[in-house]
Structures are given as C-alpha cells and as structure tokens.
C-alpha cells in the first residue's frame, strides 16, 4: 500500500523550491552565492533583540508571552503597525491588521481565501515563487498581469471563465520586486485598481520590500492610492496589503502581517484559528519592543548597506557581462534580473557555474508560471560582500563569454 495514492489532488501541485534547495550551497565555503534572498545575518540587531528577549521574559509581560493569545495577534504590535500604514497613507486602525507567521503564511491564506480549483490568478511574467507556490495548492491557472497593456477587464474575465474558473486576485509585489528588483510605477498601480474594480477582484500587494528604497521616487501603495480614491475608507477597499519584518528585523522569528478591509480580516482570523491559534506571542512582544525603539535607525543601517552592494554588483555587471546581456537596476531592495541571449539556458548555465566558476544563483524559469524565461536568472546582492560580488560577477561573466562562444 501507498498512501501516496490517496493524496488530494492538490498534493501534485506542490513542488519543491528550487530556492530552498540552493540555500544548501550557502555551508560551502568555497561557493560565492548570490542565490538566496535573505537578509545578511551579520546585520541582524541581536544584541537589541536579546534585550528585548529578556524584558519579555522578566517584565510583566512574561506570563502572557509563554500563553495561548489572542488569533488577531499582540495589539501593542497591532497598534504599532496601524501607524505605520497611516504614515504611508493607508488608514488603518489595530482591527485591520492581523499578526501571521511571516508573509508567506498570508499568502497561503489568501490563497485558501478566494481560489477554487480552476479559478485564475492574475501575477506577472515573472513573479514571486513563494507566492506561486502558497496558491498552487489551490489548484488555480495563472494568467499574465500586463496593467498597461491594451488587454480590458473583459479581455482578462473571459479568458478565465472560458478556462472553466473565476477571476479572483490580482498578486503584485509591488516595490523592488523579487525576483526583478523593478517596482511597478504609480501609472500602472492606479490600473490596477480600475481593473479590479472593473472586473470585481481582490488585489495582494505584497510589501515585503518597501522599507529597502535607496533611492528614487516613493510611489504610495497601492492600498493608499485605493483609500485615496474611496474617501479614505479602507473599509470600501478591495485591496489587501501583506508586510513583514522578514527584511528588516528578523525572519527566523515569522513575523508578518495582512492589512485590509474587516470582512477580509475576520475570515483570515477565523483561518488562523484553525491553522496553528496565533503567531508566537514571545516573538511578537519582542518585534513590538524593537520596532517601537529601533526600527527607522536599524533600517538605515541594512540600507546603506546593500546600497553599496547594489551598486557595486551593478558596476561589475557593466564592466564584465558580454554584449547581448541585459539586467534591471533596481531602486532599492535584494535582487537584479538578469536576461541572457534566447541561446542559453540559465539551469545549464548554473550546472556549469557550480562545477568550474563556484558562483551560485537562481535559474529565472522558476519564477514563471508557465515554465518559460529559460534565458534569465536572479541575482541577490543582500549577503555577499564588495570584494566578493565583484569576483562572483567576474567569474559569471567569464562563463557566459564562453557558453556564447562555444
């Protein structure tokens, strides 16, 4: 007998992450990795966690951090949060905001939320493989998300009903994307809107990078830009904000959160109650305590840091990559995409790359829905330093100039 043969459908749209796999060469001290997308851990604030660990632990607020608590999540956190989106235009209050276990969490949730099987997810062409891989246990088909193209909000409807299914999300990161870098312009967010509206969609704006700007031009959310629209009632909005501490304070502690309109947030909580109750309450308390004292100084410290990691990986770009080679310049945040000649393969090129260059990286089809973008790779720039970004990109640009020429 094989309990495998009674696995729900569902079961055989679960596939590994490539991502989590490369993580694996991160012990190889000999492997320059520009691979994961994780924050470097020598900019973690541990001695100030460790502090507010220990005041949690020894304060008051001992007893209830080692409870059972509340689904919604620590409302001292909540209250700090809701004044946070207020600062960058989205009027929320603690009630529209719910504490998950990271990001990722909310997106299985929404996913769970709105998908049945067959209905479509509107991503771009590429997107955020956690979020492909938290809806497709749903079971639903993917249609490109194009804002500003010549497609109409009837174009995209009749192409899901026609599919058998509904339309139901849009899914956008929306500031310095993973895995492009690109941020989506204000244009192409307020199109965004009028296409939910037009077709009676909900919108997930994946946040988890919006504190990481180093330069350009702010562009509100697009949950604020919808408030804007509706006189200021979040409660009239069908967009839905995911944020997290994951990038900047710490993600080994899972801590995030959904921001959106109460009919949404007592659905997830009723989610969350049959989940796992509530986030660990002893995290919480702790990113309360750092985020009310530290958080704007500690995020300027971790910005100016992959600033010049950026620019340094942006420049021995320019100075190594053969001609035929493109990438994105990212304003802010983790990664630069890099589009090679339609001739190369990014999953071959890496097999070589780790035999002879010792550079790693992650193949860009992952990020696709359908597959394709065999000719791209992701970049990360987060956890290696100058001196080594510039040797990694010196070695991949040697590689590439071969595989072209061969």
Request: hydrophobic fraction near 45%; include cysteine.
């Amino acid at each position: 007998m094989s309990l495998q043969e009674i696995f729900a459908t569902r079961a055989t749209r679960m596939k590994a992450s490539e991502i989590r796999e490369l993580l694996k060469l991160l012990d190889q001290p000999d492997i320059i990795s520009f691979a994961g997308g994780i924050p470097d851990p020598d900019l973690f604030p541990k001695q100030i966690f460790q502090e507010a660990f220990n005041a949690a632990l020894s304060g008051p607020l001992a007893t209830h951090g080692l409870q059972y608590s509340s689904s919604e999540g620590h409302k001292p956190l909540r209250v700090w949060i809701a004044g946070q989106m207020q600062k960058i235009g989205i009027p929320a209050t603690p009630d529209n905001i719910l504490i998950t276990s990271g990001s990722q969490q909310a997106l299985d949730y929404l996913g769970k939320l709105f998908l049945s099987p067959g209905d479509t997810v509107l991503v771009g062409w590429p997107t955020y493989l956690g979020a492909l891989g938290a809806f497709n246990a749903y079971e639903p088909r993917y249609d490109k998300l194009d804002p500003l193209s010549n497609r109409s909000a009837a174009d995209y409807t009749a192409e899901a009903e026609a599919a058998g299914g509904k339309a139901k999300f849009a899914y956008l990161s929306v500031d310095f994307a993973n895995p492009t870098g690109a941020t989506v312009s204000r244009a192409a967010r307020e199109r965004v809107i009028d296409l939910a509206d037009e077709m009676d969609i909900a919108v997930i704006e994946d946040a988890a990078y919006q504190s990481l700007r180093f330069d350009g031009e702010v562009i509100p959310p697009i949950l604020a830009l919808e408030a804007a629209r509706k006189g200021g009632d979040i409660e009239a909005c069908r967009t839905i904000y995911c944020g997290s501490f994951s990038k900047t304070l710490s993600p080994g502690l899972r801590v995030g959160w959904v921001c959106a309109a109460m009919p949404v947030i007592n659905q997830l909580v009723l989610m969350k109650q049959a989940a796992d109750l509530h986030s660990a309450t002893l995290n919480q308390i702790a990113i309360a305590d750092v985020a009310e004292h530290h958080f704007d100084s500690h995020v300027e410290v971790i910005r100016a840091a992959y600033r010049g990691r950026r620019d340094a990986m942006l420049n021995a770009l320019e100075e190594h990559m053969p001609d035929g080679v493109s990438w994105t310049k990212p304003e802010g945040g983790m990664f630069i995409w890099v589009t090679l000649p339609e001739t190369l393969d990014g999953a071959n090129l890496l097999a070589e790359s780790l035999k002879t260059e010792r550079v790693a990286f992650v193949p860009g089809h992952a990020f696709f829905a359908d597959g394709s973008g065999r000719n791209t790779l992701r970049l990360s720039y987060a956890t290696s330093d100058e001196a080594k970004i510039a040797e990694g990109i010196k070695r991949l640009g040697n590689l590439i100039t071969r595989a072209l020429a061969a």
